[in-house]
């Protein structure tokens, strides 16, 4: 648990010292706003589809460390993935952060299991899934996403 906990606090620090496909798109073919009022974390995500793939994507926004590295890891692993496999891959990352994945059956969380102790930490992991429900919203066009709605 020791070595668990020291890699979550490396993986936290290194996404907000060097958060990944920060920024926003020219052109993107999606878009969505996710919110966070219990933290008070605010982001976007643009997204860039070619056909069925995420050929881009970028996120940007005032939010706490947590939100931070989660949503930079989020644009890392998803980028390049079907819209039907970061789909399947939220919906993992979202049982896991609320405690509902048994992470002993196979998986596609792989390096994204520096999560799975936010499902001990109630008030944060809100944080932890703000950027994959604005990922959702930004699939469906549904312009904004919140985790009070
Ligand atoms: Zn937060």
């Known amino acids: 648990m020791a070595d668990y906990k020291a890699l979550y606090q490396e993986v936290i620090l290194d996404h907000n010292k060097k958060p990944r496909n920060y920024g926003t798109l020219e052109h993107p073919s999606h878009h969505a706003e996710g919110h966070n009022p219990l933290c008070g974390d605010h982001i976007s995500v643009d997204l860039q589809l070619g056909g069925d793939?995420?050929?881009?994507?970028?996120?940007?926004?005032?939010s706490c460390a947590i939100c931070k590295a989660s949503a930079s890891m989020m644009t890392a692993v998803v980028k390049g993935k079907t819209r039907e496999e970061a789909d399947a891959l939220t919906h993992e990352f979202l049982a896991m952060a609320t405690g509902k994945l048994d992470l002993s059956q196979p998986n596609q969380i792989g390096?994204?299991?520096?999560f799975a102790g936010v499902r001990d930490l109630p008030t944060r992991v809100k944080c932890a899934i703000l950027p994959w429900h604005t990922l959702l919203a930004a699939f469906h066009s549904q312009g904004t996403a919140s985790t009070e709605s």
């Open 53 to 62: 793939t995420i050929d881009q994507i970028a996120f940007r926004g005032e």
């Open 111 to 114: 390096r994204l299991a520096v």
